[in-house]
């Protein structure tokens, strides 16, 4: 299974972004999906995760309110839409495949390269 995010960039604080994770090689509606993010002071920080049946979606408390996961099985395809974007949530932004939707990154199985976002202030 294969991981591609893309949609990072530069935008300022309370400007928005949206993240795209397309998965490829397995059977993408037998996968839970989840954001995590990384900076120098933390290596993986959960940010939000969806379920292969997109029921109740679980978002870090930082995050909640602002961002919304949501997936297109017809596309394989992960979105992350990020709303009233802050300094702090500049970090690295990666998705994780595994069976399910969890807080951990250790339960996942896979997982791609990144898409960097950056907030000015």
């Known amino acids: 299974v294969q991981l591609q995010a893309s949609g990072g960039g530069l935008v300022q604080a309370g400007g928005s972004l949206r993240l795209s994770c397309v998965v490829s090689?397995?059977?993408?509606?037998?996968?839970?999906i989840g954001w995590f993010r990384q900076t120098p002071e933390k290596e993986h920080e959960f940010v939000a995760t969806i379920s292969w049946t997109a029921s109740a979606p679980i978002y870090a408390d930082s995050v909640k309110g602002r961002f919304t996961i949501s997936r297109d099985d017809a596309k394989n395809t992960v979105y992350l839409e990020m709303n009233s974007l802050k300094p702090e949530d500049t970090a690295l932004y990666y998705c994780t495949a595994g069976r399910a939707a969890t807080r951990r990154f250790d339960i996942y199985n896979f997982w791609g390269l990144g898409t960097l976002v950056t907030v000015s202030s």
């Open positions: 090689g397995g059977t993408f509606s037998n996968y839970a």
